[in-house]
């Protein structure tokens, strides 16, 4: 068990770091794309004004949208190492693709979250808060991966993914751990977007500037290291998934 969870994680470095090159390019199409949705929710806010409900939903339409354009980057580096910075058309046309199951992935996170919202207590504290969040990032860290990699739409992409954690729990498990952990150290508090960022939204408000003045980083560095770990955890997932740990053990 030891000796398949280091060959496929060294294998799944090994195969993120021959993409490296692909990597600044998937930076920048994640900056273009939290600056686009930054502006879009400013002109929704400015255009509807003090319609809050109408408002939200639009911005959770572009939120999807850009996110369902961002999984087709992401795509094109993990499954077919080829990739370019896309012009304005192919962003429109790709944007359209993964639709479909990133709202019902959406959706069912924003129901799950909201029911643990109403059952829990608002002091459940620092260390509360942490495991709901934890609990939450686990369960949806292979849902990106299950729409992408293994074409899952709607609601089997869901349970494609909690399936896939429960069959590769050792393997997937420990390593998106460690990237929760890192991402809450980084952050040095409970932001709910960075870990979604790496597992269900790859495009959230980041608030350029804020992040700026408040987290003294470039955050086209965060998008970096959190363009490193998307890549990261597209391998891991389609070893895992293509593969079982006694065939693993004849490519040693």
Same mark, same amino acid.
């Given at each position: 068990m030891i000796s398949d969870f280091i060959f496929v994680q060294k294998k799944a470095f090994i195969n993120t770091f021959k993409k490296i090159k692909y990597i600044p390019i998937l930076t920048l199409h994640l900056l273009a794309y939290n600056i686009l949705y930054y502006l879009a929710t400013i002109l929704i806010s400015r255009i509807l004004g003090a319609s809050y409900f109408v408002g939200s939903f639009l911005a959770y339409i572009v939120k999807v949208f850009i996110t369902s354009a961002s999984l087709y980057v992401l795509a094109r580096i993990v499954l077919s190492n080829n990739l $370019?910075? *896309? !012009?304005? =058309?192919? /962003?429109?046309?790709?944007? $359209?693709? @993964? *639709?479909?199951? *990133? /709202?019902?992935?959406? +959706?069912? @996170? %924003?129901?799950i979250e909201l029911l643990i919202s109403l059952v829990t207590s608002p002091n459940s504290g620092l260390i509360g808060n942490l495991i709901i969040t934890f609990l939450l990032y686990i369960t949806f860290s292979a849902v990106l991966e299950s729409i992408y990699i293994s074409e899952k739409f709607s609601y089997d992409s869901i349970n494609e993914g909690i399936n896939f954690i429960v069959n590769n729990f050792i393997n997937w498990v420990f390593p998106n751990t460690l990237i929760f952990l890192f991402l809450f150290f980084l952050f040095n508090q409970i932001l709910i977007f960075p870990y979604l960022l790496v597992n269900l939204g790859i495009v959230y408000n980041f608030k350029i500037f804020n992040l700026l003045a408040n987290y003294k980083i470039m955050? #086209?560095?965060?998008?970096?290291?959190?363009? /490193?770990? &998307? #890549? %990261? $955890?597209? !391998? &891991? %997932?389609?070893? &895992?998934? +293509?593969?079982?740990?006694? =065939?693993?053990? %004849?490519n040693k």
């Open positions: $370019k910075l *896309l !012009e304005i =058309k192919d /962003f429109l046309d790709n944007g $359209k693709k @993964y *639709l479909s199951p *990133l /709202f019902t992935a959406f +959706f069912t @996170y %924003y129901i955050p #086209v560095i965060i998008l970096f290291i959190l363009s /490193f770990l &998307l #890549v %990261y $955890k597209g !391998e &891991l %997932y389609k070893i &895992l998934a +293509f593969s079982n740990r006694r =065939k693993r053990s %004849y």
